[in-house]
């Protein structure tokens, strides 16, 4: 009896040391950019407020600190930097306390294609021992002209859409190509996440975070599933640099992509 009953101690250990080893599901940080509006109809509403945070968009949150390490306004009448006044949020997610976020308020000059984009210091993630930066973009269409959305810009990771990235219904295939440095991101891993601001609860975990790969090309293909803003990030390599004591770490360079899903009409299933 007392050997079966040893036996049984130590199978139930195993048990227990088995489910605490499954590492939980969980989100990804993501760098945020939400116009107040993707699309400029009336010339009496040029201004549009851009707003950034740093956060797990279908959880809402924890959102962390960031500084905002370049960013600018792009379209066929030049390129302009962004003023940004910073200001606090709730962290989130259950936690106590605040984190810096940004606003900045753009003026739409003309018609044409707006690309937005947003670079974000590198931080130091101490669990996994690496620096991590995101690079972000999304788009303002004005007055119906739609020239220069596929035009990249050049930044050190970038989603060039292949897919017109504004006018998308829910349930729209969008097709895009990550590059790092001028250079497809090859079999990089993708993940996709709702900006959350209907709380949405998840069935389980691993909804939060829609994931798949580009191909050897850096192409991807996602379909936003219903309406609303969609972050997509493309992680990639970023080379390494000083840390710690002046130790090299690998550094996470990530491309995003905020891209807006509009509800079916009426009676259209």
């Not at 949405?200 to 309406?227: C, K, M, N």
Request: with cysteine; net charge neutral; charged share 25%.
């Amino acid at each position: 009896m007392r050997h079966k009953s040893h036996r049984l101690r130590v199978l139930i250990a195993a048990s227990l040391a088995f489910f605490i080893c499954i590492p939980e599901v969980v989100s990804g940080h993501m760098l945020v950019i939400s116009p107040e509006r993707d699309v400029v109809i009336s010339p009496q509403k040029r201004d549009v407020w851009v707003r950034v945070w740093f956060s797990h968009p279908m959880e809402k949150g924890p959102s962390m600190d960031f500084k905002v390490e370049k960013s600018g306004i792009v379209s066929s009448h030049g390129k302009s930097p962004l003023s940004w006044k910073e200001y606090s949020i709730p962290k989130g997610a259950g936690e106590r306390g605040t984190v810096s976020a940004y606003k900045s308020q753009v003026t739409i000059g003309g018609p044409g294609v707006y690309q937005v984009f947003v670079e974000q210091t590198p931080y130091f993630e101490p669990a996994e021992e690496v620096f991590i930066k995101q690079v972000a973009k999304t788009y303002i269409e004005a007055f119906n002209l739609e020239a220069g959305w596929e035009t990249p810009l050049g930044l050190d990771a970038e989603i060039v859409p292949l897919t017109r990235p504004f006018g998308l219904w829910e349930g729209s295939l969008f097709c895009g190509r990550a590059m790092v440095k001028g250079q497809p991101c090859r079999n990089c891993r993708v993940e996709m996440e709702y900006l959350n601001q209907e709380d949405a609860e998840l069935p389980i975990p691993a909804l939060a975070t829609y994931v798949t790969h580009t191909d050897s090309r850096g192409i991807f293909q996602v379909t936003l599933p219903w309406r609303g803003w969609w972050g997509i990030a493309v992680l990639g390599d970023g080379g390494y640099m000083k840390g710690p004591k002046g130790k090299e770490y690998p550094v996470e360079l990530d491309s995003v992509i905020w891209l807006k899903a509009y509800p079916k009409p009426e009676g259209v299933r």
